[in-house]
């Protein structure tokens, strides 16, 4: 990991709450006042002391405690106690008048506290209404550690207790929590209203939520009798339908798939115009991002379309992993986040077969997780957290997606049935309560009979994953393997540790591409496996339908004999995009050459599948930035060589949806269509312009799956014009998936002046949301103007950054930083990139150590780079030279 600073520094040693005292009901009351930015809040918490203390500690955070009594006998007077704060842990120590004995008693706190602008804690959101005027919500964001700033709480996941919660708010506004409401009373001065929700189960502070604003809403109800709603604020509401629909049905299949029912007698989702994440799981009330929820149909695309039913499963998912059972501790974060993300999958796999779900998994999921986990600075799985405020840089690749790949992984190995009878196992015996990963493990094994720690322990303990090197002999009708695993690390160098994983493989063959002809499980470093009844000259793959978290490397005589089926399709679409993506994975170790990449990658000019373009499309930018570092001269060389691969098939694809396609076809067209303009292209690009202009003269849609690629012609090949009319129109769209597309889009224009006009735009005006400003810096990689403008205006504005996304620790601040840096590749860069963190005077120790692996990531990536193109200068050179251009 990065390190710098000053390494005698001593960390800040964290604490987490004593264990002596837990906390059983909460009743929370709480009036939020929308024109004054805060709120007043009165609370009670029942505590049960289990040693004899005379000390109580509660979190709390941002608020202003007015006073805290104690109740140590039911029906005594409330006496007032001392308090003092630890503003580094965030801990209210609160004095009790003397010592207690094991016991129940109360604490009352009266406070207040403000709606920030922070998106995190109880916040507000600013949205505009019909009439153009300003108007804002209230709403919370709670995990993992800010539910502390709404009301003082024993703020860890393992404190289940119940909520009794209770808002006071104009009359005109809606307030919704958790659950349920049962009264609605006027207050004192008729003024307002009081709205008093139903108890919620036992549960853990982060989950809890409310909101409260100008709110509009549709509903449903599931089979199963829950009333289901989506929310939004005013004129939105039928974009929620496609959520709801959803929601109803993912409500009814979960019930079922996990065999527990859902408990609570309603279910809200509302979009909230400024959310930091995508979504997040409060039992009762989901809160999401707008573009996660909301879909009208002849704008969103299919790709976006498919991202909001992945969310809405997701998020519901944790109703059951995460909400009914918990994680005891930060570390097994995956334990809810990996399940609920293959739980998403499960549920889109299974009801809604258009999105081809499980193709784009492979790309989304396994690909990305595994590059991520290919560095170096990766965590495993199982990640130590010390100080859980600065835990927002977990919730990344390896506890989403490298943890659902994983448990895909093992659904596969155990079967589909065995693997739900343990989850429900585990559900059962743990609902309401929390548990570590091997309670998880436990309970699969008793499914399945099968020693699952084993097994699984490697992949969610040591971080990596392997490759496998493969090569093989024939002995009559016997395929012998020996297969050797070690650790892929991303710049082909060594292991440090020597890691060793148990590998289910699973094996096909050429005779019946779509079937599983053997299966093994490799334990040692280096094994030999026996495939009978293989033909001498037919071609055996491992990693059938790419199940397994792990690369293979194969003899040349292995891969050289599955060209042919790769090109006619014959191998299944999932082995094909495998293949092709460990190739170009392994482009960066060194071991396989841009070259001969570009071979295989020929042999598929007839691919039709989306996803495997995908992996041909990834492998084949690495040769264009490879060639950008070069000269202009090979640029242009290596431009050539790409029209020529993607020309014949985006001539047979043209621009317009022809009827009867699948959902992948628009996709496709839009991916081909985009790399031969990027590639320059002239009657593609032509073509894009054309799309454009017939959409704002004629009003000609353009279909929502080629608008991100139009959009992005338009931007770098339309100077300043084209710019000003992206500009206009993410000024005009009401839809935010429009927004965010313009805007990737202008971040990729070549003109230095647009770009700061952009930046200024965005950044300084504050025009573009801050949960959307990441999105300014998407697209300056695509030009070495851009991507020293990007990184420069990082380093000159990172106070104000700091500053609008709440510190280090953000997740918004922190994607900021790896854009701004990740596209660089040099070694000079690299250095910079790292020196600027050590030397930045905006930054203390502590960030320097929340931002420590996010750096390390970064600046591997910077040296992977470098890497890729020292490697392949001169076998870019002679392949150009030989490709006839
Ligand atoms: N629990 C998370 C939300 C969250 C993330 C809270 C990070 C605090 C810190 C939620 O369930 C989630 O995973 N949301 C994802 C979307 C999901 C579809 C992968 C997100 O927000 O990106
Ligand atoms: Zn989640």
Redesign the pocket.
């Known amino acids: 990991m990065a390190t710098c600073g000053n390494p005698n520094a001593p960390a800040v040693k964290f604490e987490r709450l004593p264990t002596f005292a837990e906390p059983t009901h909460y009743d929370v009351r709480l009036s939020p006042c929308l024109n004054q930015f805060s709120f007043e809040g009165l609370s009670t918490v029942d505590v049960t002391i289990k040693e004899a203390t005379d000390v109580l500690k509660v979190h709390a955070q941002s608020l202003l405690i007015q006073s805290v009594s104690l109740v140590a006998n039911p029906g005594d007077a409330p006496k007032k106690c001392d308090t003092s704060y630890d503003d580094k842990l965030n801990i209210l120590s609160i004095k009790l008048p003397s010592v207690v004995q094991p016991q129940k008693v109360q604490l009352i706190f009266q406070f207040v506290g403000e709606l920030n602008d922070k998106m995190r804690g109880f916040y507000r959101s600013q949205y505009k209404d019909k009439s153009g005027s300003e108007k804002f919500l209230a709403s919370t ?1 709670f ?2 550690t800010y539910a502390r700033y709404a009301f003082p709480c024993f703020d860890e996941p393992i404190y289940k207790a119940t909520f009794d919660i209770t808002l006071e708010v104009e009359n005109h506004l809606t307030a919704l929590s958790n659950m349920n409401v049962v009264s609605e009373t006027p207050s004192t001065d008729g003024k307002r209203k009081i709205v008093k929700f139903a108890t919620t189960p036992k549960m853990s502070s982060y989950l809890v939520a409310f909101a409260v604003g100008e709110l509009e809403y549709i509903s449903a109800q599931t089979k199963s009798g829950v009333e289901m709603r989506v929310y939004t604020v005013p004129g939105k509401k039928e974009q929620g339908q496609y959520s709801l629909d959803l929601s109803v049905k993912c409500i009814d299949w979960y019930n079922e798939w996990f065999d527990i029912p859902y408990p609570l007698p309603k279910c809200d989702l509302i979009a909230i115009p400024d959310f930091s ?5 409060n039992w009762g009330l989901v809160t999401y991002r707008e573009i996660a929820l909301l879909v009208d149909p002849g704008v969103t695309s299919t790709r976006q379309k498919s991202r909001v039913a ?2 809405v499963a ?2 519901l998912a ?1 109703l059951w992993f995460g909400n009914l059972v918990t994680m005891k501790w930060w570390t097994d974060l995956w334990l809810k ?1 990996g399940f ?2 293959f739980m ?1 999958y499960m549920f889109v796999g299974a009801n809604c077969p258009e999105f081809k779900i499980w193709l784009h998994f492979l790309n989304d999921e396994l690909a990305s997780g595994m590059s991520l986990d290919g560095l170096r600075n990766s965590h495993p799985i199982e990640v130590e957290i010390d100080n859980p405020n600065e835990l ?1 840089e977990i ?1 990344d690749s390896i506890t ?1 997606a490298k943890s659902n790949s994983v448990n895909r992984m093992l659904c596969y190995y155990l079967s589909e049935p065995v693997f739900q009878k343990g989850l429900r196992l585990y559900l059962k015996k743990f609902q309401y309560s929390n548990a570590v990963t091997q309670d998880l493990w436990t309970a699969l094994s008793e499914a399945s009979g099968q020693n699952v720690n084993e097994l699984m322990s490697g992949w969610t303990q040591q971080m990596g994953f392997p490759v496998l090197n493969v090569s093989q002999r024939q002995d009559g009708n016997n395929r012998i393997l020996t297969v050797q695993q070690r650790r892929f690390i991303s710049d082909g160098g060594e292991d440090p540790k020597n890691s060793l994983w148990q590998v289910p493989i699973t094996v096909s063959v050429g005779s019946s591409p779509n079937d599983v002809k053997a299966r093994f499980l490799l334990k040692e470093r280096q094994q030999e496996f026996v495939v009978e009844g293989v033909a001498p000259g037919e071609w055996v793959k491992l990693n059938s339908g790419t199940t397994g978290f792990y690369r293979v490397e194969y003899s040349d005589e292995m891969l050289t004999a599955m060209l042919p089926d790769i090109a006619s399709r014959k191998m299944p679409v999932l082995d094909r995009f495998g293949l092709i993506n460990d190739l170009s994975a392994l482009l960066n170790t060194g071991r396989v050459s841009i070259a001969q990449f570009v071979q295989v990658a020929a042999s598929s000019a007839n691919e039709d599948e989306y996803v495997v373009w995908g992996a041909i499309d990834e492998g084949m930018s690495k040769l264009l930035m490879c060639a950008r570092e070069m000269s202009d001269d090979t640029l242009k060389s290596a431009k050539q060589l790409v029209i020529k691969m993607f020309e014949k098939t985006g001539a047979e694809l043209g621009f317009a949806e022809q009827s009867g396609e699948d959902s992948q076809k628009m996709m496709l067209r839009a991916l081909v269509q985009a790399r031969l303009a990027r590639a320059g292209h002239q009657p593609t690009i032509e073509k894009f312009n054309q799309l454009f202009n017939d959409f704002l003269e004629k009003g000609t849609p353009i279909h929502p799956d080629i608008r991100l690629a139009t959009f992005g012609v338009v931007a770098r090949c339309g100077g300043k014009e084209g710019f000003d009319k992206l500009m206009n129109l993410r000024e005009t769209t009401t839809f935010q998936e429009i927004e965010r597309q313009a805007m990737i889009a202008m971040s990729q224009t070549p003109e230095q002046p647009l770009l700061a006009q952009l930046f200024e735009y965005g950044f300084e005006k504050n025009k573009v949301r801050p949960q959307d400003q990441l999105y300014l810096f998407v697209g300056t990689g695509s030009t070495h103007m851009g991507q020293q403008y990007a990184w420069k205006y990082f380093c000159e504005h990172i106070k104000e950054f700091l500053e609008k996304y709440g510190g280090a620790n953000s ?1 918004l601040f922190q994607r900021c930083l790896k854009f701004a840096g990740e596209s660089f590749g040099s070694e000079q860069r690299a250095v910079e990139f790292q020196d600027y963190f050590c030397n930045c005077k905006e930054l203390n120790d502590t960030d320097r150590q929340t931002l420590a692996r996010p750096i390390g990531q970064t600046v591997e990536a910077i040296r992977l780079n470098a890497r890729l193109l020292e490697s392949n200068r001169s076998v870019i050179e002679t392949l150009l030279k030989q490709s006839n251009l």
């Open positions: 964001q995990e993992s994440m995508g979504a997040m799981e992945l969310v997701h998020e944790h986040e609920a993300s998403e927002d919730y989403y997740s």
